[in-house]
């Protein structure tokens, strides 16, 4: 048997964004709109809509994207459901003062002899 399963993106009526899977896309987000748990994150930020969605046939597959999309900043996660990929390379470069990137050789301390 053939599995699907979906990594989604839904924005919150206050516009926090929520990252989600499940093996059936539309029923799930019926789900989200109707507001079925208390507990839930998106209960009181209705409504929502749906940003992204993603397909996978392997569920390990599934589980380490969603688990990629929530490690990442709402400006990484907009510009991958706008399709902004050049924005979404831009946002995923090291950003900290740190970096190699930002470093020149003057900031290289020299070894002494």
């Known amino acids: 048997m053939n599995y699907q399963f979906y990594v989604y993106l839904l924005e919150c009526n206050d516009r926090l964004l929520y990252t989600g899977m499940t093996n059936n896309i539309q029923r799930r987000f019926n789900e989200h709109q109707k507001g079925l748990n208390p ?10 809509e749906l940003l992204f969605h993603e397909q996978f046939n392997d569920v390990f597959q599934a589980y380490h994207f969603e688990a990629r999309i929530k490690k990442g900043s709402a400006k ?11 924005r979404l390379k831009i946002l995923s ?21």
């Open 39 to 48: 507990r839930s994150f998106t209960f009181k930020r209705r409504p929502v």
């Open 76 to 86: 990484k996660k907009r510009a991958l459901a706008s399709g902004d990929f050049d």
């Open 93 to 113: 470069n090291c950003q900290n003062d740190s970096s190699s990137a930002f470093a020149s050789s003057d900031d290289v301390p020299k070894r002494e002899r």
